[in-house]
C-alpha cells in the first residue's frame, strides 16, 4: 500500500504555530495547488488543501512562510474525525508533511504588498489570480541579472534561462538553491 503525496502551491494565509502540552511544534496551513486544466469559462481553478507539519520543520514553516509563499509539500494523507460541541461527528482530511521546501529566497517579495499586485491568496503576479508564479517579463530582470541590453522587447518570454549573450552572469548566494 502507498499513502504519498507531493505537492506545490502558495500559502493561503500565514501558518498557525501551537504546541502540544508536552511541548511538541504543530503547524497548520493551507495551499492553493492550481488544477492542470481550466474550467468552462476558460479559467483555472484551485484545491485548497489543509497541511500539518510536527517538531523543528513546523517551527522552521511558521518562522519563514507567510501568506503568499511558494512551498513544496511531501507526505501523506490522513483522515480523522472528532465529535463537536453538537454532538456531531467532524471528519477532517489533511496532508500531513514529511518535508515542507521553500521554493523562493527569503528576499523575495510575494504578497499583494510588495508586487503592488496580487491574487486572493495572498501572493503571485499579475491580475489573474491563478495565474503561475512566474515573475513579470516587464521587470528587466533575467535569470540571476545577466546583461539585458541590446534586446529588442524587454517584454519577450526569455525561453533560454541560461542564455548570456556572452556576458559574465552575476549570480549571489542568495539566488542559489544549495
Not at 86 to 108: D, H, M, N, W
Request: charged share 25%.
Amino acid at each position: 500500500m502507498l499513502n504519498r503525496v507531493v505537492l506545490v502551491g502558495r500559502l493561503t494565509r500565514d501558518p498557525e504555530l501551537r504546541y502540544t502540552p508536552n511541548g511538541q511544534a504543530v503547524a497548520n496551513f493551507t495551499l492553493a495547488v492550481d488544477r492542470p486544466f481550466t474550467n468552462q469559462q476558460g479559467t483555472r481553478e484551485a484545491d485548497f488543501l489543509n497541511c500539518v507539519v510536527w517538531r523543528r520543520q513546523a517551527e522552521n514553516v511558521a518562522n519563514f512562510l507567510k501568506k503568499g509563499s511558494l512551498a513544496g509539500v511531501d507526505g501523506r494523507i490522513q483522515s480523522r474525525s472528532y465529535d463537536n460541541q453538537e454532538g456531531r461527528r467532524v471528519y477532517i482530511t489533511e496532508v500531513v508533511a514529511e518535508s515542507v521546501q521553500f521554493l523562493e529566497p527569503k528576499s523575495a517579495k510575494t504578497g499583494g504588498e510588495n508586487q503592488g499586485q496580487g491574487n486572493q491568496y495572498g501572493g503571485g503576479y499579475g491580475d489573474d489570480p491563478y495565474a503561475s508564479s512566474a515573475p513579470p517579463q516587464n521587470q528587466g530582470s533575467s535569470y540571476g541579472g545577466g546583461n539585458n541590453q541590446g534586446r529588442s522587447n524587454q517584454n519577450q518570454r526569455q525561453d533560454d534561462p541560461f542564455a548570456d549573450e556572452g556576458q559574465p552572469i552575476d549570480i549571489s548566494d542568495d539566488d542559489l538553491p544549495f
